[in-house]
């Protein structure tokens, strides 16, 4: 199968795994507030890419989603995080390729779900997988299951990432 032979080229894990919940961990409008903090940064930054990420401190996180959501999300993912970020992306036509990734473990909520395109696919057990992922919605893999993104047709995508770099 193609898959698996993209799994194999990255040397991925064919039967590699990752976690979905349903929205609910993040409240809505604790949602709006990253959207609205990711967009003010944006705004600052000098060079406007259409793939922003912006890095934040556990502090900074802490103060606009409060101790209870972030212990919720530490709660999930399980390990200690290392970095934290917000991404913004509007690359319009553009995918991410399948990769592994370099974080030993990544927490993705994504925080709106009103875009055309842009859908995060995994690779594992010689399939193609391409979780709903609602607004609110976290997913949560290791480093050795292959993944990446189609093509961004319209629309802004926000995602809010835990990073563990150590294990």
Known sequence: MYSDKIVSQLKGNPVGQY???????VP???VEKLIEYTEAQYKLSPTKED?????LLKKEL??????DIFDKLASLFGVQVDEILLRRCEAHGK??????DVSKKTLQVA???NYEGGKLVYLTEGRVFAPERPTGSITIHSDDIVH???KLESGVRYGLFLLNKNN
């Open 19 to 25: 976690d979905y919940t349903a929205p609910g961990q």
């Open 28 to 30: 809505s409008e604790v």
């Open 51 to 55: 793939d922003f990420k912006y890095q």
């Open 62 to 67: 802490i103060q606009l989603i409060g101790q």
């Open 95 to 100: 995918f991410i390729n399948f990769h592994t």
């Open 111 to 113: 925080l709106n779900d």
């Open 148 to 150: 990446g993104v189609t």
